[in-house]
């Protein structure tokens, strides 16, 4: 709350993705040349936490030009990060070099990529082999699109376990599924191969 002719405040920035400004003044004030401020979206960081929301600044509306985020995933040890897209429409080109959104398999710059994407189709769903990701949105100065919303969880490895699978144990967000090879049929209970 500020008020008075004192020193311009320090920047604020809220813990999620609103914040309410409310100016009320009397017609005691008369003469007062009020404030001016900027806002812009913040985005990217350390993000320490087992689930969550990842989406471009400004979504659901069009990200803003100019713009660079990077957030670096962590979740307990032992977990996978999966990656799952609600949607997702990003300026489009061949090789994604204008606006494009990069995912990483750790926190390292030299992290192995684990793909670049652009365009408006949903990337598949994407895992890390650890238990740290890094997701880096950039747009550049032209053609702005509605962006990308994607939630992130802790992913368990189902098929190092004792999972049952006569052949081939395939791992999926949240299960795993099991697959015969070829020549066999999976049986109706799921796990055997006929």
Same mark, same amino acid.
Request: charged letters at 30%; aromatic letters at 12%.
């Given at each position: 709350?500020?008020?008075?002719?004192?020193?311009?405040?320090?920047?604020?920035?809220?813990?999620?993705?609103?914040?309410?400004?409310?100016?009320?003044?009397?017609?005691?004030?008369?003469?007062?040349?009020?404030?001016?401020?900027?806002?812009?979206?913040?985005c990217g960081g350390d993000?320490?936490?087992?689930?969550?929301?990842?989406?471009?600044?400004?979504?659901?509306?069009?990200?803003?030009?100019?713009?660079?985020?990077?957030?670096?995933?962590?979740?307990?040890?032992?977990?996978?990060?999966?990656?799952?897209?609600?949607?997702?429409?990003?300026?489009?080109?061949?090789?994604?070099?204008?606006?494009?959104?990069?995912?990483?398999?750790? /926190? @390292?710059? %030299?992290?192995? +990529?684990? =793909?670049?994407? !652009?365009?408006?189709?949903?990337?598949?769903?994407?895992? &890390?082999? *650890?238990?740290?990701?890094?997701?880096?949105?950039?747009?550049?100065?032209?053609?702005?699109?509605?962006g990308f919303?994607?939630?992130?969880?802790?992913?368990?490895?189902?098929?190092?376990?004792?999972?049952?699978?006569? /052949? @081939?144990? %395939?791992?999926? +967000?949240? =299960?795993?599924? !099991?697959?015969?090879?070829?020549?066999?049929?999976?049986? &109706?209970? *799921?796990?055997?191969?006929?």
């Amino acid at each position: 709350k500020f008020c008075g002719e004192t020193k311009v405040p320090d920047v604020l920035v809220s813990s999620k993705y609103r914040m309410l400004i409310t100016y009320k003044t009397s017609f005691h004030n008369a003469g007062h040349k009020g404030f001016k401020a900027h806002y812009e979206a913040i985005c990217g960081g350390d993000v320490y936490q087992e689930k969550g929301i990842l989406h471009s600044p400004n979504y659901p509306e069009d990200y803003w030009p100019n713009k660079e985020c990077t957030w670096r995933i962590t979740v307990p040890d032992n977990h996978q990060v999966a990656l799952k897209f609600q949607s997702f429409e990003i300026e489009n080109h061949d090789n994604c070099v204008y606006d494009y959104l990069e995912i990483r398999d750790g /926190h @390292e710059s %030299t992290s192995p +990529l684990l =793909g670049r994407f !652009c365009g408006y189709k949903n990337p598949e769903d994407i895992r &890390s082999s *650890g238990n740290k990701m890094t997701v880096k949105f950039v747009s550049d100065r032209s053609v702005q699109k509605a962006g990308f919303a994607a939630d992130f969880i802790k992913e368990l490895d189902e098929c190092k376990g004792d999972h049952g699978c006569e /052949h @081939e144990c %395939t791992n999926t +967000l949240g =299960g795993y599924k !099991c697959e015969c090879r070829i020549g066999y049929e999976l049986h &109706s209970d *799921g796990k055997k191969c006929e």
